[in-house]
């Protein structure tokens, strides 16, 4: 078998980033010899960093999820582990504690800092966001989404130019944008952007 070659990133946020936002961290990226395309992270070695802390966030394994720490704000953070693709439907079941947004990364290109994101609060809030040049496509609240620490089965449908995201198989919103296309990376998002959050725990299961 091949070995792994793990690339960690540590990138402060840019200074041309919105004035609420002041943090980002894009790590770890871990490329595999053999993709898979389901992760229900109860195997350590599936490809996402393990027990790896830096700036006061954790990225593990825990108890058969993927866990997320985000110090107080404002930071922003990602994690993938090089999956790829360029048409197709993309869901996780994530939950959290503490406040702030989490969900799913997509359409990450290499230099790790343009892509898309479809985030969820603990109050029934969705947004989607387009990630530089930063800009909101779509955002709401839904009765779909479960409030609090509960669980959310989230999915994004990627189809050439079209942008799809759901709860549960609630539609939430539709956009149409080709800023960034092609076969690129997908992962997982968490984030404390507001001056007045806390800290967060975000917590990832059932990867597909």
């Given at each position: 078998?091949?070995?792994?070659?793990?690339?960690?990133?540590?990138?402060?946020l840019?200074a041309h980033?919105l004035?609420?936002y002041?943090?980002?961290v894009y790590?770890?990226?871990?490329?595999?010899?053999?993709?898979t395309r389901?992760?229900?992270?109860s195997?350590?070695l599936?490809g996402?960093?393990?027990?790896?802390y830096?700036?006061?966030?954790?990225?593990?394994y825990a108890?058969g999820?993927y866990?997320i720490?985000v110090?107080?704000?404002?930071?922003?953070?990602s994690?993938?582990?090089?999956w790829?693709?360029?048409s197709y439907t993309l869901?996780v079941?994530?939950?959290a504690d503490g406040?702030g947004?989490?969900g799913?990364a997509?359409?990450?290109?290499e230099?790790?800092t343009?892509?898309?994101?479809?985030?969820?609060?603990?109050a029934?809030?969705?947004?989607?966001w387009r990630y530089f040049?930063?800009r909101l496509?779509a955002?709401?609240y839904?009765?779909?989404?479960?409030?609090g620490?509960?669980s959310?089965?989230l999915?994004?449908?990627?189809?050439?130019d079209?942008?799809a995201?759901?709860?549960?198989?609630?539609?939430?919103a539709g956009?149409?944008?080709n800023t960034?296309?092609g076969s690129?990376?997908?992962g997982l998002?968490?984030?404390?952007r507001?001056?007045d959050?806390?800290s967060?725990?975000a917590?990832?299961?059932?990867l597909?």
């Amino acid at each position: 078998m091949k070995r792994l070659l793990v690339v960690l990133l540590a990138i402060p946020l840019m200074a041309h980033a919105l004035e609420r936002y002041s943090r980002v961290v894009y790590l770890p990226l871990v490329y595999k010899s053999c993709e898979t395309r389901m992760d229900d992270f109860s195997n350590p070695l599936s490809g996402w960093a393990d027990d790896y802390y830096v700036w006061g966030i954790l990225y593990e394994y825990a108890g058969g999820e993927y866990h997320i720490r985000v110090p107080g704000p404002p930071w922003w953070v990602s994690a993938t582990n090089g999956w790829t693709a360029e048409s197709y439907t993309l869901s996780v079941d994530v939950r959290a504690d503490g406040s702030g947004t989490f969900g799913l990364a997509f359409g990450v290109t290499e230099n790790y800092t343009d892509h898309y994101s479809f985030e969820i609060d603990n109050a029934g809030n969705y947004y989607l966001w387009r990630y530089f040049p930063w800009r909101l496509l779509a955002s709401g609240y839904s009765d779909a989404l479960q409030q609090g620490t509960e669980s959310n089965r989230l999915e994004v449908i990627r189809q050439d130019d079209l942008i799809a995201v759901s709860a549960y198989g609630v539609a939430l919103a539709g956009v149409i944008d080709n800023t960034f296309m092609g076969s690129l990376m997908v992962g997982l998002v968490a984030s404390t952007r507001q001056l007045d959050q806390g800290s967060l725990d975000a917590y990832f299961d059932n990867l597909s």
